[in-house]
């Protein structure tokens, strides 16, 4: 797979990466083995940007991710977050950005993955209680100390991009973004990275795979599957948004790809629009799924094709949250 730089100052990565989170929860049951499987044939083709976070599977998924890390070190660009703190009972949910805690996040996940150093560094959440200066200014310290490369944001508006970046230097913004969720546009993120220089990374960038047309309905979906709760996939808006894919289908036809290929090719595309790099992360945690997205980034979509994709967005059923 081709790599690019993330940024001018950034870690060169593989120009899609992958998304660790299902192999531990909220898509339905795992398998370790597989999982770790996927996680090394993705090294070996050449997918080398891994993404985790310290509250999939409370920890759990750090230390899957971490047993091939360390084995494979040198091939990885490894990215994980903190900030979004997890009851393990209730499985309540606040968000911490204060310095104190920052730093025992960092340790406890360096912990978890094994490793010396994370490569990219997200604040999850951001935490509406602290300055987001204060946040930024308690990882830049991390920097300092070598345990941490690069600092990115996750789930962050314009402003606060540019109130970080006044504090310490941004490599990535991580927003969802996909044929199906583009408010990164309209709120001014897209720009505002562009105007910074801040690479941009999509997550859930296949719709939480409705755009696969592999979970078109709910059924078949586990009973702790978290697309059970979310308004996109209710019975209503899954049924509408079913009609989506009929214009996806005829791009994919075209191309002899899938419908999958189709809306990575289409994320892909947006880094030529919005001259900035653009890095999806697809999730996935079968070795046969891995190899399909892979090929997504050979896929050049047509100027028609884009044409035909872009209202999209605009009808589609449900909050993405």
């Not at 989170?21 to 996680?39: C, I, K, N, Q």
Request: charged content about 25%; overall charge negative.
């Amino acid at each position: 797979m081709r790599t690019a730089p993330l940024t001018s100052s950034g870690p060169t990565v593989s120009v899609q990466g992958l998304g660790c989170m299902g192999m531990s929860e909220f898509y339905g049951p795992g398998d370790d083995a597989e999982s770790v499987a996927t996680l090394h044939h993705a090294l070996d083709i050449g997918v080398s940007f891994l993404d985790t976070a310290d509250m999939y599977g409370h920890g759990a998924n750090e230390e899957l991710v971490g047993k091939v890390v360390r084995e494979r070190r040198d091939e990885v660009v490894l990215a994980t977050k903190f900030a979004i703190v997890r009851d393990q009972e209730t499985g309540e949910r606040t968000h911490r950005g204060d310095p104190e805690y920052v730093r025992s996040a960092c340790d406890a996940s360096l912990a978890r993955l094994g490793i010396d150093t994370i490569d990219l560094y997200y604040m999850h959440r951001r935490d509406p209680s602290v300055p987001i200066e204060e946040t930024v200014g308690a990882m830049a310290e991390l920097v300092a100390a070598g345990k941490v490369r690069h600092l990115g944001l996750s789930e962050v508006g314009a402003e606060e991009i540019r109130a970080a970046q006044a504090v310490h230097p941004i490599t990535a913004v991580q927003t969802e973004y996909s044929l199906w969720t583009r408010h990164v546009e309209d709120e001014g993120i897209l720009a505002a990275c562009r105007e910074l220089g801040i690479g941009f990374v999509p997550y859930s960038p296949l719709g939480r795979g409705f755009l696969t047309g592999a979970y078109t309905t709910r059924e078949g979906l586990a009973e702790d599957d978290f697309r059970r709760r979310n308004p996109r996939f209710s019975e209503e808006n899954t049924a509408r948004n079913r009609e989506l894919l009929a214009t996806v289908q005829r791009v994919a036809d075209a191309h002899d790809a899938t419908l999958g290929q189709v809306a990575l090719a289409w994320v892909h595309a947006q880094a030529s629009t919005w001259g900035l790099p653009v890095v999806p992360i697809p999730g996935t945690k079968r070795r046969d799924r891995l190899d399909e997205n892979a090929k997504a980034t050979e896929l050049a979509l047509t100027p028609d094709d884009l044409d035909a994709l872009d209202p999209i967005a605009a009808t589609t059923a449900g909050a993405r949250y």
